[in-house]
């Protein structure tokens, strides 16, 4: 059995790493763009109220989520007029979560200057005009998840992955149109805006006119909804840990540090983020398969070897990332930020990378995990480990910046990575889902750590090549990933693996023109 069995998700897969891709080009143009349009200062100021504004987000209770999982379910069953209730009493909770976003949002926005108590008044002003336009984003992105999640169970990969490109090209050029005409950080937040909701409006069109999706909007039938919010709970928790995991060290360096901190952090956390996409990508895909799998009593075994044939090659990609980071990820930060940032701090920001991606990597290439989880309606339990971790991250965050500076946030939350995500939640996912974690991780590494290994030890040299420009750092970079690829090709890959990969070759123009010769 391929890993990606379908021509949907096959083509989704490509779309997702195009969609990676683009998104890394243009985290790279647009960041230096607005440390020079917008200053040091100014973009940290964005920066912070944005990780204010994201807790908002918590409140989104996994819409998109609880739409695939159960309309998947209805489906399978075949029971649409089941599916149309539970579809029309899930838009009133959205109605409903959107009007607290509201409440909250305003609240919250009144208050920052309660929250941040070292800003000028201008820069109040301009964070009020941000949350205001950030609460009405978050309000169309919670709609907007809802029609997704529908799109999802019905496994149009494809148009969910085009819509996200066409998102991420829209924001980009909006952003570089509004802020290069003064509206200065307020242009980001603008640009954001206008695009979500544009697309939105395409998402609702695609929902009722191309898969003429109904709802019924009838009594409340607490047999259709009550599963639902234990799903949710568990939703709203797993978004408080990820709000704290992303937000809570820019939060605790902009009250106890200074906006230029939230800068440096805030580089290295673009690059984090980049590495946090990479392999969660892949793992999208499967939630309807996976809860298919549930519904006809797969066993324990049998989802370990799923989550093998993903977790494998998201090790690969992450491992690969990782350690062409250690090789020219200075290269990369002179190149990208050096003319705005010091050499000390890109240095700095460097290392904010090299404590935490390390023990970030285990829950990555365990991301099917998360989808048996919603499958089984065991999605609470996980969330609760995670959230009494990222008390643990908070605590420790706060001690630990308040003796020792900005370095204390991400060993804060390294740390907590280590206690909640590599150790407390593998013995869960054993005595839960009887998943065979000792297998897992043996087949996950098999001969992959060694490649990854080999190939970096091997381009080693290649750092006293400095890289003065673009083309001599991608240049270093094609050599690493040339013979990382031929190391895997020749001892890495699995007969499986390689079979995707011949596929995947024979199609290329070059290969197909060379095979016929």
């Known amino acids: 059995m391929l890993l990606i069995n379908s021509t949907s998700k096959k083509f989704a897969a490509i779309l997702s790493y195009l969609y990676l891709a683009l998104n890394s080009l243009v985290s790279i143009l647009l960041t230096p763009f607005l440390l020079k349009y917008l200053g040091v200062e100014e973009y940290g100021l964005y920066q912070m109220i944005y990780s204010v504004g994201h807790y908002i987000m918590i409140l989104d209770l996994g819409i998109a989520t609880v739409m695939v999982r159960y309309v998947s379910e209805y489906q399978e069953k075949k029971d649409y007029d089941g599916m149309e209730k539970f579809a029309g009493m899930v838009a009133v909770l959205t109605f409903i979560i959107c009007c607290v976003v509201l409440c909250v949002g305003e609240i919250v926005n009144y208050n920052l200057e309660n929250i941040y108590t070292k800003l000028s008044t201008k820069d109040y002003i301009k964070a009020h005009w941000m949350f205001n336009l950030m609460i009405y984003q978050f309000i169309v992105t919670i709609i907007d998840n809802y029609l997704q999640g529908i799109i999802n169970a019905y496994e ?39 695009v979500f909701t544009v697309l939105a409006l395409f ?98 075994s049998q989802l370990t070897d799923l989550v093998i044939r993903v977790g494998r090659w998201q090790f690969i990609l992450c491992a690969a990332f990782f350690c062409g980071l250690i090789l020219f990820g200075m290269d990369f930060l002179n190149l990208w930020v050096g003319s705005r940032l010091s050499q000390e ?123 003065y420009s673009w083309i001599g750092f991608i240049s270093k970079g094609f050599i690493y990933v040339s013979l990382l690829f031929i190391l895997f090709y020749i001892k890495g890959f699995n007969s499986e693996e390689k079979a995707i990969v011949d596929t995947f070759l024979l199609r290329l123009p070059i290969v197909g023109k060379l095979r016929k010769k």
């Not at 998102?167 to 937040?189: E, M």
């Not at 939703?235 to 060290?249: F, I």
């Not at 991400?410 to 907590?416: D, H, K, V």
Request: net charge positive.
């Open 156 to 194: 149009r990969f494809v148009f969910v992955k085009i819509m996200s490109l066409i998102k991420i090209c829209a924001v980009f050029s909006l952003t570089i149109v509004f802020v290069h005409s003064g509206f200065g950080a307020v242009g980001i937040v603008m640009a954001n805006a206008i």
């Open 345 to 467: 701090e890109m240095r700095f920001s460097l290392l904010i990378m090299f404590i935490i991606l390390p023990f970030n990597m285990i829950p990555l290439i365990q991301t099917v995990c998360i989808s048996i989880l919603n499958a089984y309606d065991k999605r609470i339990y996980r969330s609760i480990i995670l959230v009494l971790m990222s008390v643990l991250h908070i605590v420790i965050t706060l001690i630990i910046t308040k003796y020792w500076g900005p370095i204390g946030s991400p060993i804060g939350t390294a740390i907590s990575f280590l206690v909640g995500y590599v150790i407390i939640l593998n013995i869960y996912y054993a005595r839960s889902l009887q998943l065979e974690i000792i297998r897992m991780f043996k087949e996950i590494l098999n001969r992959s750590w060694l490649c990854v290994l080999i190939s970096t030890i091997l381009c080693a040299p290649l750092v006293l090549w400095q890289a």
């Open 203 to 300: 998402d609702l069109f695609y929902v009722i006119k191309m898969l003429r999706f109904h709802i019924q909007i009838t009594h409340w039938n607490k047999t259709i909804i009550t599963p639902v919010f234990g799903l949710m709970l568990a939703m709203l928790l797993q978004s408080v840990v990820g709000n704290v995991n992303s937000s809570v060290d820019k939060t605790i360096l902009g009250i106890m540090c200074t906006p230029a901190d939230v800068t440096i952090y805030s580089i290295a956390a673009t690059i984090i983020t980049l590495f946090n996409t990479i392999p969660t990508v892949l793992s999208g895909l499967f939630q309807p398969q996976v809860t298919r799998m549930v519904v006809k009593g797969t066993n324990g």
